[in-house]
């Protein structure tokens, strides 16, 4: 018995502890949109796609290229001339070549690809952004459950703490009646057994609420929280919520914003894939030098300084059927995208069905606890008053007090467990992130 008293002892300094800190769900949810590990990387991948979404990378701007080149040559020559020139022969002939130039290369045309390329790249962004959305309402959503659940476990260890209370105070009755020869041993026993079993229950919630502790602070990213910390959840119900608003709002699902951007980007890329059918037109503009020196021939050496230009037309009249088959396959792709849109604006309005269903039976079913716990209240109390009168026996005691204790639990479970539908409707439309 004293080593029972001991740990529940250090168990109520601990409940004590737990009430110094005060957090807010607010202030856990900025911590992890600012500090969540993947939520920092998925911030880093919408950087690098938008710095990809550029008129230079889609091409609609020249490239400029500086070359250079030399070229030396020593070889045995033999040179015949016309016009009454003799002929030459050197058994080892020097022969230096060179060209230097900065290039301007432009393409004119190329069938609307780099237009085709820059609005693909916009809309890889936008699908980068709502997939980041997305990751941010996940994240959201398990700190919600995590913090809901870290209230609803201090809500019980708190009626675990009052069972408890009950428990030792008629363990201290039956004692102090065994001292005059009073109450049975056997009850005693019994007594002492429901209090070790409190005990223990109140060491599983101490448990549960460190577990819950770690996992808020894992999804933070950093150790803000540890066993001081008191949640204090907002479990009023936002009754206004009918399903014909949530179905409107269905359409804002960062699900469904990422299957119509991949449809877009399915049209995107059968644009592209038939430029190919298109003539390619290019121009180059340089500006440079050439030259020669050789110890053999007519001209000895050369040199060329200026500007050229050079415009190109190529066009793909045969190439296997390969440009047919890439707009077929891109055809195809769009269909399965829209298909996937389909499935998904399905499978979510069946989700809202569900979680809508959940929420209200979840507020139903409020009313009907509260009641009982009315009941099962004043029934214990009478009980307990008889009991003490010798009026009731110790099991009718035990009842009253189980039902009463049990209900509390009820109350407490079906108010966190609506609120958190009412989350979870949220979460199916996308609208815990506005």
């Not at 979404?53 to 080149?69: E, I, R, W």
């Not at 209370?165 to 008629?170: A, F, H, I, M």
Request: charged share 20%; proline share 2%.
């Amino acid at each position: 018995m004293k080593n029972i008293l001991i740990i529940i002892s250090l168990l109520g300094l601990t409940q004590l502890a737990i009430a110094q800190q005060q957090i807010t769900l607010d202030e856990i949810i900025d911590q992890t949109v600012q500090n969540n590990f993947d939520l920092k990387i998925a911030k880093n991948n919408i950087e690098a796609s938008q710095n990809l979404a550029t008129v230079g990378n889609a091409g609609f701007l020249p490239t400029v290229s500086l070359g250079a080149g030399y070229t030396f040559s020593l070889a045995t020559t033999h040179s015949e001339f016309g016009g009454g020139f003799p002929d030459a022969d050197a058994a080892a002939a020097i022969s230096h070549n060179y060209n230097g130039a900065v290039n301007l290369d432009y393409t004119i045309f190329d069938g609307f690809k780099p237009k085709y390329t820059l609005q693909k790249s916009k809309v890889e962004v936008a699908l980068v952004q709502t997939s980041y959305k997305q990751q941010v309402e996940d994240k959201i959503y398990q700190v919600i459950q995590a913090y809901y659940n870290l209230a609803l476990l201090q809500a019980d260890y708190a009626i675990a703490q009052e069972k408890l209370g009950l428990t030792e105070k008629q363990l201290k009755r039956v004692e102090q009646k065994r001292k005059f020869g009073q109450g049975m041993e056997a009850e005693r026993l019994n007594l002492q057994t429901i209090y070790n079993n409190d005990s223990t229950q109140l060491m599983r919630l101490t448990i549960g609420i460190e577990k819950t502790i770690y996992q808020l602070n894992t999804l933070m990213g950093k150790e803000a929280l540890d066993m001081t910390v008191e949640a204090s959840p907002d479990i009023d119900l936002d009754l206004s919520l009918t399903y014909e608003a949530m179905l409107e709002k269905l359409k804002s699902n960062p699900i469904l914003r990422q299957a119509q951007l991949g449809v877009n980007k399915a049209d995107l890329d059968i644009k592209l894939a038939k430029t190919d059918n298109y003539p390619r037109l290019t121009t180059r503009v340089s500006y440079g030098i050439t030259g020669q020196k050789n110890e053999v021939g007519i001209m000895l050496a050369s040199t060329n300084f200026g500007p050229s230009v050079n415009v190109g037309l190529s066009y793909n009249i045969y190439n296997g059927g390969r440009v047919k088959t890439r707009i077929k396959n891109a055809q195809i792709a769009r269909k399965n995208n829209q298909l996937a849109y389909n499935a998904a604006e399905y499978q979510l309005e069946q989700n809202l069905k569900d979680v809508y269903n959940n929420y209200k039976n979840d507020i139903a079913l409020i009313l009907l606890v509260e009641r009982n716990l009315v009941i099962a209240q004043e029934s214990f109390d009478r009980t307990a008053k008889a009991y003490e009168l010798g009026q009731v026996t110790y099991l009718d005691y035990t009842q009253a007090q189980f039902n009463y204790i049990q209900t509390k639990h009820q109350v407490n479970d079906a108010k966190f467990n609506a609120k958190l539908s009412e989350w979870t409707v949220l979460k199916v439309v996308g609208g815990i992130v506005d």
